[in-house]
């Protein structure tokens, strides 16, 4: 009922305000040349014609024998016919450059086909004779020759800009002499997790005191989505702290994610350290988990910072939702969020009203049926649950049951978009 809403709903961004009003705030970077295998996964900020045909000269397909095909027409098993060789031509060892009528010449794979030849018989059909052939079968003319530019030629329009370059485009770079390609970067993100009680993985923990896994877990994400990610050490409990490792990290950041510090307890250090500049936005997104989150932008250079929930749950969700998009944004590509599916729900679940709900869950897609299963409780706080999960469960906004064979909206977690 309406009059049982909490008394903050009204001041709740929804997950799509949210995650809208970063996008709306970037903009994708500016793009440079790479080369080509740094350019791998990256968006083509330019149009790439081809300076040369493919092939650029006739070539073999085969290994075997050039010749002019009229001189070979009625070669059979029963009436072979016989050249003399005249020699041979490697791949990239032409030097003969023309065919008499009447002989023919040895070529290898690749090799240009000399003038004149307009045929290639392979071994297959001979003798494999060195200074004399027998042909035993008679090629068509044309046959296995490559013809000049029959698969690109100049002018031919490659790459649109705005494409991905894959491993297919990157060999198509390559076989027309592009070293480089211009490109959308990889945006340099900046990893900062805040908490005194914080300990480096491989150190000794004391009664008080827990892991960092927040960091590995946010810089792995951070290089899954294509960028580059810059991990830094635990930031104490302390303002000044944090502003100065947070200003010592800008000189190479595009992005800063810092997760813990900025929900309402006394120790939220990013909180109290961004507020004065007002460059900052902290509020609450009608989301569970992740509810506290911040984003605006620092430094002189007006650096975007995604200030993220501490318990892993809600800064794994919280990178989704709102990281991804944007650093994709950034690199220009399309979508920026990942693509939902739809799946049956094979146990019922709770959920408050009021807050989008994100629960982990198992998706297995059969012959003809998608299924997702929940996975662990709604805790915050259980990665171990959350590791063990594929997929996000979505219970939208005012929903606060589901039964076991309901259709779900599902975020699958580990496809490629």
């Given at each position: 009922?309406?009059?049982?809403?909490?008394?903050?709903?009204?001041?709740?961004?929804?997950?799509?305000?949210?995650?809208?009003?970063?996008?709306?705030?970037?903009?994708?970077?500016?793009?440079?040349?790479?080369p080509?295998?740094?350019?791998?996964?990256l968006?083509?900020?330019?149009?790439?014609?081809?300076?040369?045909?493919?092939?650029?000269?006739?070539?073999?397909?085969?290994?075997?024998?050039?010749?002019?095909?009229a001189?070979?027409?009625?070669a059979?098993?029963?009436?072979?016919?016989?050249?003399?060789?005249?020699?041979?031509?490697?791949?990239?060892?032409?030097?003969?450059?023309?065919?008499?009528?009447?002989?023919?010449?040895?070529?290898?794979?690749?090799?240009?086909?000399?003038?004149?030849?307009?045929?290639?018989?392979?071994?297959?059909?001979?003798d494999?004779?060195?200074?004399?052939?027998v042909?035993?079968?008679?090629?068509?003319?044309?046959?296995?020759?490559?013809?000049?530019?029959?698969?690109?030629?100049?002018?031919?329009?490659?790459?649109?800009?705005g494409?991905?370059?894959?491993?297919?485009?990157?060999?198509?770079?390559?076989?027309?002499?592009?070293?480089?390609?211009?490109?959308?970067?990889?945006?340099?993100?900046?990893?900062?997790?805040?908490?005194?009680?914080?300990?480096?993985?491989?150190?000794?923990?004391?009664?008080?005191?827990?892991?960092?896994?927040?960091s590995?877990?946010?810089?792995a994400?951070?290089?899954?989505?294509?960028?580059?990610?810059?991990?830094?050490?635990i930031?104490?409990?302390?303002?000044?702290?944090?502003?100065?490792?947070?200003?010592?990290?800008?000189?190479?950041a595009?992005?800063?994610?810092?997760?813990?510090?900025?929900?309402?307890?006394?120790?939220?250090?990013?909180?109290?350290?961004?507020?004065?500049?007002?460059?900052?936005?902290?509020?609450?997104?009608?989301?569970?988990?992740?509810?506290?989150?911040?984003?605006?932008?620092?430094?002189?250079?007006?650096?975007?910072?995604?200030?993220l929930?501490?318990?892993?749950?809600s800064?794994?969700?919280?990178?989704?939702?709102?990281?991804?998009?944007?650093?994709?944004?950034?690199?220009?590509?399309?979508?920026?969020?990942?693509?939902?599916?739809?799946?049956?729900?094979?146990?019922a679940?709770?959920?408050?009203?009021?807050?989008?709900?994100?629960?982990?869950?198992?998706?297995?897609?059969?012959?003809?049926?998608?299924?997702?299963?929940?996975?662990?409780?709604?805790?915050?706080?259980?990665?171990?649950?959350?590791?063990?999960?594929?997929?996000?469960?979505?219970?939208p906004?005012?929903?606060?049951?589901?039964?076991?064979?309901?259709?779900?909206?599902?975020?699958?977690?580990?496809?490629?978009?």
């Amino acid at each position: 009922m309406a009059n049982d809403q909490p008394k903050d709903r009204q001041s709740l961004r929804s997950v799509d305000e949210h995650q809208q009003a970063i996008l709306d705030s970037l903009r994708p970077l500016p793009p440079y040349d790479q080369p080509l295998l740094d350019a791998l996964g990256l968006v083509a900020a330019e149009d790439v014609t081809s300076p040369i045909d493919l092939p650029s000269f006739d070539n073999s397909a085969m290994d075997g024998y050039a010749v002019v095909q009229a001189d070979v027409a009625s070669a059979s098993d029963e009436n072979p016919v016989h050249l003399p060789v005249v020699g041979e031509i490697g791949a990239g060892q032409a030097r003969i450059l023309a065919l008499s009528p009447g002989t023919a010449v040895k070529i290898m794979t690749g090799a240009p086909v000399p003038a004149g030849a307009d045929a290639i018989v392979p071994y297959e059909w001979t003798d494999r004779g060195v200074a004399q052939v027998v042909i035993s079968k008679a090629p068509y003319e044309g046959q296995h020759v490559r013809g000049a530019g029959e698969d690109v030629t100049v002018g031919d329009l490659l790459i649109e800009e705005g494409t991905r370059l894959g491993p297919r485009q990157l060999g198509l770079l390559a076989s027309v002499g592009r070293a480089s390609v211009v490109v959308r970067p990889r945006p340099r993100v900046v990893i900062l997790s805040t908490g005194s009680e914080l300990r480096e993985p491989g150190t000794a923990r004391g009664h008080d005191s827990i892991y960092d896994g927040n960091s590995y877990m946010l810089a792995a994400a951070v290089r899954r989505a294509g960028a580059i990610a810059y991990r830094v050490g635990i930031v104490p409990d302390e303002p000044q702290a944090f502003l100065d490792a947070l200003g010592d990290q800008l000189v190479r950041a595009d992005a800063v994610i810092t997760s813990g510090g900025v929900s309402m307890g006394d120790y939220d250090v990013v909180k109290e350290a961004l507020l004065p500049s007002g460059t900052v936005w902290f509020g609450g997104v009608a989301m569970q988990p992740g509810k506290p989150q911040g984003f605006g932008v620092v430094g002189e250079d007006q650096t975007p910072i995604f200030t993220l929930p501490g318990n892993p749950v809600s800064s794994f969700i919280s990178f989704e939702m709102f990281v991804l998009p944007a650093l994709r944004r950034m690199m220009g590509l399309l979508p920026y969020a990942r693509p939902t599916v739809e799946a049956t729900l094979t146990h019922a679940v709770k959920s408050p009203p009021g807050r989008a709900q994100y629960l982990r869950g198992e998706l297995e897609a059969g012959d003809r049926t998608v299924t997702v299963s929940p996975v662990g409780g709604p805790g915050s706080h259980l990665i171990g649950d959350l590791s063990q999960a594929n997929a996000l469960i979505v219970v939208p906004t005012e929903t606060t049951s589901l039964d076991a064979g309901a259709t779900v909206t599902v975020v699958p977690l580990d496809r490629e978009f």
